[in-house]
């Protein structure tokens, strides 16, 4: 039996991770855009004793069709690190933790933004680095096409060297602030990295000192074997989808046993699968709660967030009750497409079904039930070694972050699955872990 | 006499502009780095009624020499943008306008952040465009030399068009979160911006909706030949640096004569230069705290800062009390450069006294007396036409600060000169201005 209690990311996905969300009257619909709402959600995630909040992000509008992304809340929302830093004036414990794209970026703005967050916050910040993976994005930044997965993921292991190197050019306590001698910061305190790549040409310094956490969390969510390798070798968190406990397990033995070779220990990377949940406090409660959303789905919205998931390809030709059909192999989000057609093939779906069985958790892990069925499921995950905590999707906000609050967290605190209480004042401190140092950091 | 009155920004540099500020004992010598000095010195500003507060930045230490950076307080300081945005969620009407570089950005990722600052602050956002100068910030960024000032300024003319057309790509009023009919935004209501150029190739649309200003407020800063074409084709505001009510009135009348070349009205374009001030109650009194501050620098932090503003060449082997060398035109800060040149001619200094010259207003306007005889130099260069309002440059932070808002405010309020309440909610709306709309917008 573990000891330890298990971590609890709030991910929030305005209106709400359900696709139709957004139409239900448990979300806010506007909350994509007005800060008031994300205070309002973000100060509910804290008092509940969250670890972190995360959110997603995109280079662009990633549906290829903009007439169904009409149809959608999320064709406008708030970029992520402005978004966090404005929250980060209004809370005081909960990590934050944002996404930015390797692909579309330089390592020194990065590792300055992420930097000053964690500086912003007190020592809260966590960057998410993912490749980017659609050519609606490519084509923002004078690409028709996005790069090859195996050359973003070169680029990608390369820039968070980089980011990792930047983040140690200051040494800790470096400023000093002698106002006597006019000191302000000690001799030979911060240096240049002098970083010659394949990708980069990086002197630094940083232009802004070691920050409140030594440096911010890294969290990473490929699941690739490249995603894997830079995980193991630089991830603190891990974010990751999985339907079935023997895949979890797998995943979760796989990426650990990988942290040997880069010298790390197994603790200091958490693994936190997304879990959609939909709670209810009969399970009829739930489902009913689960057919209001399903059936608000848009079938050419559906269909459009199933052609991203398995990579771009059109699925206009092809009947929407019959079987889903074979495709090459996408070069965009492989680990995400082969999740489709496992799920497909293991549940037997057709196009339609796929659709509807996506809409709210993308892959991840749905569980419509009671308080109960869904500890349950926590429960024995986290103690099969499957996951480390979990990064929880409310179907609609806040309504869906309400339930999981008021339901589902009082039973996980009565089974001494999560705290009562914040024990850290900074992300890495809730999470329990030592940072991932860069190569001779 | 103007019937108008003047706008004043609240321009922060940390801990104070006058390079010894952080030694004194009015400055928060921390306040580089700790959020909740940044959050007083915003809420006593927008207490005061300033249009907006103002943050420079760059892209890397910008001293050649790392030894001398150790001895300022500006090697290390929060990323502008993450900074605004977490001082947006505790302001309410203060304008917030932060500097971004052209050179080392890509337009869609600037485009968002800005838009997204304009949704967090309700309408508040401010872009200051400039193009990066030196050699240290190209070397963070794969560059052994900085491009040279027209290439710059080629890109930039680009930059700036894309972002535009970005922010224009949603029509006002496209989101309308119809619930019944699952229609979120409007059909059509955002669409590519497809930008085909020299520098950039851009599809659109943006992933942020038009924003509550319509676009973010352009600010400009170059005063060479390029740079006020940029600034009078594009900009609602340009912060500049003049020292005599001569080259105020002909830079500003040259300024807004070019706005006609571009269509623009002269009222759409508020020139505020920049504008240092140390206040006493006596002469005597402000004189004595500016000796307080110039006899806190350190001659080699002195010598540094002058070696920047003239474009980065090594004054090691001149002798301090002998007259400013000739020096070749710099590819960096020309303009900045030249100024430095004029002020050094027109007043006879040496280097020594050069560098002490400019430790606090680094070439901008600086004024030293009673809370009249400063008013009465404002009044003038106002009614002269060389500005439409000032940014001040506090010499320390916050105690710069605090004298402007005691003694100079209820002077420049008995003459009727600026405001004793807000009378808009946005940027835009407390300049009085029309947006500078891109080509075709």
């Given at each position: 039996m573990r000891q330890d209690s298990l971590r609890l990311g709030a991910f929030f996905y305005a209106t709400g991770h359900h696709i139709a969300g957004w139409r239900h009257p448990s979300s806010e619909a506007d909350g994509g855009l007005v800060l008031s709402r994300y205070v309002g959600w973000a100060q509910k995630a804290e008092a509940a004793k969250f670890d972190l909040l995360f959110l997603e992000d995109g280079s662009g509008i990633r549906d290829g069709n903009l007439r169904s992304s009409e149809r959608t809340a999320r064709s406008t929302h708030f970029e992520p690190v402005t978004l966090l830093s404005a929250l980060a004036a209004v809370t005081s414990r909960i990590g934050l933790v944002a996404t930015t794209s390797t692909t579309f970026n330089e390592p020194y703005n990065v590792a300055r933004r992420f930097a000053s967050l964690d500086h912003l916050s007190g020592g809260r910040a966590g960057w998410?680095?993912?490749?980017?993976?659609?050519?609606?994005?490519?084509?923002?930044?004078?690409?028709?096409?996005?790069?090859?997965?195996?050359?973003?993921?070169?680029?990608?292991?390369?820039?968070?060297?980089?980011?990792?190197?930047?983040?140690?050019?200051?040494?800790?306590?470096?400023?000093?602030?002698?106002?006597?001698?006019?000191?302000?910061?000690?001799?030979?305190?911060?240096?240049?990295?002098?970083?010659?790549?394949?990708?980069?040409?990086?002197?630094?310094?940083?232009?802004?000192?070691?920050?409140?956490?030594?440096?911010?969390?890294?969290?990473?969510?490929?699941?690739?074997?490249?995603?894997?390798?830079?995980?193991?070798?630089?991830?603190?968190?891990?974010?990751?989808?999985?339907?079935?406990?023997?895949?979890?397990?797998?995943?979760?033995?796989?990426?650990?046993?990988?942290?040997?070779?880069?010298?790390?220990?197994?603790?200091?990377?958490?693994?936190?699968?997304?879990?959609?949940?939909?709670?209810?406090?009969?399970?009829?409660?739930?489902?009913?709660?689960?057919?209001?959303?399903?059936?608000?789905?848009?079938?050419?919205?559906?269909?459009?967030?199933?052609?991203?998931?398995?990579?771009?390809?059109?699925?206009?030709?092809?009947?929407?009750?019959?079987?889903?059909?074979?495709?090459?192999?996408?070069?965009?989000?492989k680990s995400r497409q082969q999740l489709m057609f496992d799920l497909a093939r293991r549940e037997g779906l057709t196009l339609r079904q796929l659709y509807l069985r996506i809409a709210g958790a993308r892959g991840h892990s749905q569980i419509v039930g009671t308080p109960a069925q869904i500890v349950d499921e926590m429960e024995e995950r986290f103690h099969a070694h499957g996951a480390d905590g979990f990064n929880i999707m409310p179907a609609t906000l806040p309504g869906g972050l309400d339930d999981f609050i008021e339901l589902v967290l009082p039973e996980l605190r009565r089974r001494g699955l999560f705290r009562t209480e914040y024990e850290a004042h900074t992300l890495r401190g809730h999470l329990g872990s030592r940072p991932a140092r860069p190569p001779g950091g």
């Open positions: 998410n680095l993912v490749t980017s993976a659609t050519d609606a994005e490519a084509a923002n930044f004078g690409d028709d096409t996005i790069a090859r997965h195996a050359d973003r993921y070169e680029r990608a292991e390369e820039f968070v060297d980089v980011v990792l190197g930047l983040w140690n050019t200051w040494d800790d306590g470096a400023v000093i602030i002698d106002r006597e001698s006019g000191q302000f910061s000690k001799p030979d305190g911060f240096r240049p990295l002098d970083h010659r790549g394949k990708h980069f040409t990086v002197r630094g310094p940083l232009n802004i000192s070691r920050t409140p956490q030594g440096q911010p969390v890294v969290v990473q969510a490929g699941a690739s074997g490249p995603g894997k390798d830079l995980a193991a070798r630089t991830a603190e968190i891990v974010f990751t989808a999985n339907q079935t406990l023997a895949e979890a397990t797998e995943f979760y033995g796989d990426l650990k046993e990988r942290m040997a070779r880069f010298g790390r220990e197994r603790d200091d990377l958490k693994v936190m699968p997304g879990l959609f949940p939909v709670v209810g406090r009969s399970e009829d409660e739930a489902r009913a709660k689960f057919e209001d959303l399903q059936a608000l789905i848009d079938p050419a919205v559906g269909l459009a967030l199933l052609e991203r998931m398995i990579g771009g390809f059109d699925l206009s030709g092809y009947d929407l009750d019959g079987p889903v059909p074979e495709l090459p192999e996408a070069n965009g989000i």
